[in-house]
């Protein structure tokens, strides 16, 4: 795990820079693994970060668990829904 965990936090590092997030939420198997994964992902992403992107950026975990996918798309319909009848409502 941690050898897995060091991968995963080096690989993060290298994305960072290119996507410029604020958050890293880890869910569904990363996230039930723990801190045996996440521990060794968050040492090796932070160490590998320029302090810009280390300062502002918070690595953690999900809280609604395997229904957080399935959470989002009904997110994103209901939105979508929503701008759609409100730009009917302009025309």
Do not use: H
């Not at 795990?1 to 995963?8: F, Q, S, Y």
């Not at 604020?22 to 801190?35: M, N, R, T, W």
């Not at 997110?75 to 025309?91: I, V």
Request: aromatic share 6%; hydrophobic share 40%; glycine share 14%.
């Amino acid at each position: 795990m941690d050898k897995t965990g060091r991968l995963l936090g080096r690989t993060l590092s290298y994305l960072v820079p290119m996507v410029s997030p604020d958050l890293i939420l880890a869910g569904g198997g990363a996230a039930k693994a723990g801190e045996r994964l996440l521990g060794p992902a968050r040492e090796e992403l932070y160490a590998n970060l320029m302090p810009v992107y280390r300062e502002r950026l918070v690595f953690t975990t999900g809280e609604l668990g395997d229904d957080a996918g399935i959470l989002g798309s009904a997110t994103l319909a209901f939105e979508r829904s929503r701008e759609a009848r409100a730009q009917g409502d302009r025309a």
